[in-house]
């Protein structure tokens, strides 16, 4: 879509969400798969379906609600989205970042990402949960392709620190204090929605790639390109192909979301006090 067209489709869906309610978040959360339970920690303001919000991306996979939730968690006022679109889903990557720059423009300063991955570190088990340092972007489309608009970003952004090292300390704190285990490690987004091969997994490993998913990576690239704080948590629902004896399936990847949910839920809400 043309620069200016897509501006335009931004500025529409920003109006047609303010049109709707005047709350100013400070935090954006995005849930990943079979993460959505965390939203009853939020005491809720307005909550928004992407369906009733005029040209917007809207999920089609089974197991992701799409909703905007617009509340607070102890007094930080959140804006969550409870269910994200994938690239795999057929949508240009322009569209799959479309919420991450709707919620900076209704005025976040930092955005969590969460999501299910694959496990690729020695000695990590589904349900553990990943602090991401880092990420590999180059198997991913790159959301900003195109010309760009100055207003919101730089046409050549750094990303020597995508994902902020002061919150990654306190999230690391936050994790000992409350004797939650945390891995730390680099993500990798590829497209999807096949699952990988064990050779690729090989090949990633070599690369220095601890968690594999289908998200997150486009949505950090945004977010740091228009200027605000990122920090991210994988939750592992599965060891990656061929490091397990089990093929892979999304109900697998449901239930070890749901065994890592007190943790995760416990970790992100202790997080978000502190932005
Ligand atoms: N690979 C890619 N995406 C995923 C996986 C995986 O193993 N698990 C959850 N999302």
Do not use: W
């Not at 795999?88 to 900076?104: A, N, T």
């Not at 020597?160 to 690391?172: A, C, G, M």
Request: proline fraction near 6%; aromatic fraction near 8%; include cysteine.
């Amino acid at each position: 879509m043309a620069r200016a067209a897509y501006l335009e489709k931004l500025d529409k869906v920003f109006k047609s969400v303010r049109e709707k309610t005047d709350f100013e978040p400070r935090v954006g959360l995005i849930l990943g798969s079979g993460l959505g339970d965390f939203a009853k920690e939020i005491n809720v303001s307005f909550e928004l379906p992407y369906s009733e919000i005029e040209g917007f991306p809207v999920s089609t996979v089974p197991g992701h609600d799409g909703r905007f939730i617009f509340g607070t968690i102890s007094d930080v006022p959140i804006v969550c989205m409870k269910g994200r679109v994938h690239y795999y889903e057929g949508y240009e990557v322009s569209d799959v970042v479309l919420p991450v720059r709707l919620m900076i423009k209704l005025g976040i300063k930092t955005l969590f990402l969460t999501n299910a991955a694959g496990g690729l570190q020695d000695g990590m088990s589904a349900g553990d949960l990943m602090l991401i340092t880092d990420h590999i972007s180059v198997f991913a489309p790159n959301p900003l392709i195109g010309p760009n608009d100055s207003e919101i970003g730089p046409r050549f952004p750094d990303m020597t620190e995508v994902y902020d090292l002061k919150i990654r300390e306190k999230i690391q704190e936050i994790a000992y204090e409350n004797d939650i285990p945390l891995e730390t490690g680099v993500y990798c987004q590829l497209t999807g929605p096949t699952y990988e091969t064990p050779a690729e997994i090989r090949m990633l490993k070599t690369l220095g790639v601890d968690a594999v998913g289908m998200s997150t990576v486009v949505e950090a690239v945004a977010a740091r390109h228009m200027g605000v704080k990122v920090c991210g948590i994988s939750c592992i629902s599965n060891l990656a192909a061929g490091l397990s004896k089990n093929p892979l399936s999304h109900e697998e990847v449901q239930a070890a979301a749901d065994q890592a949910a007190p943790r995760f839920t416990r970790l992100v809400s202790e997080v978000i006090k502190t932005l």
